[in-house]
């Protein structure tokens, strides 16, 4: 049970590690990091659901826009992984797991995963 527990955590820290690199393209630009949907920086095309999804359409579009077919640098490939593993070791290193869960545990994963984020964002900058 617990390894499905941490799959999940993987999943979600590639979503933060999608977002982290979204942010970190666009702080200094100046851009919306929010409201602005995502879109490719070649070709300036809004993307879809599926080009959204982390680690997964990076290795079905080969590492490509689906619209421009511009290469994708592989650094937002590897910060979605790593985020993903930072998520899961931060967990296993907390030993937050699925049998102890509360909602006290809960909240201190999530102002770490909070505080981690602003170093990771403010670091960059």
Same mark, same amino acid.
């Given at each position: &049970?617990?390894?499905?527990?941490?799959?999940?955590?993987? &999943?979600?820290?590639?979503?933060?590690?999608?977002?982290?690199?979204?942010?970190?393209?666009?702080?200094?630009?100046?851009?919306?990091?929010?409201?602005?949907h995502?879109?490719?920086?070649?070709?300036?095309?809004?993307?879809?659901?599926?080009d959204?999804?982390?680690?997964?359409?990076?290795?079905?579009?080969?590492?490509?826009?689906?619209?421009?077919?511009?290469k994708?640098?592989?650094?937002?490939?590897?910060?979605?992984?790593?985020?993903? &593993?930072?998520?899961?070791?931060?967990?296993?290193?907390?030993?937050?797991?699925l049998?102890?869960?509360?909602?006290?545990?809960?909240?201190?994963?999530?102002?770490?995963?909070?505080?981690?984020?602003?170093?990771?964002?403010?670091?960059?900058?």
């Amino acid at each position: &049970m617990n390894l499905f527990f941490y799959l999940v955590l993987f &999943m979600i820290g590639t979503l933060f590690g999608s977002f982290y690199t979204l942010a970190v393209y666009r702080i200094p630009k100046r851009q919306d990091i929010i409201h602005t949907h995502s879109y490719c920086p070649n070709c300036n095309h809004k993307l879809g659901f599926l080009d959204l999804i982390p680690i997964l359409s990076y290795l079905f579009l080969k590492g490509k826009c689906r619209y421009c077919e511009e290469k994708i640098r592989p650094r937002y490939l590897i910060l979605e992984i790593l985020s993903g &593993m930072l998520f899961v070791l931060i967990a296993f290193l907390v030993k937050f797991n699925l049998e102890d869960l509360n909602s006290i545990m809960i909240a201190q994963y999530s102002f770490l995963i909070l505080y981690v984020t602003f170093i990771i964002l403010i670091c960059r900058n």
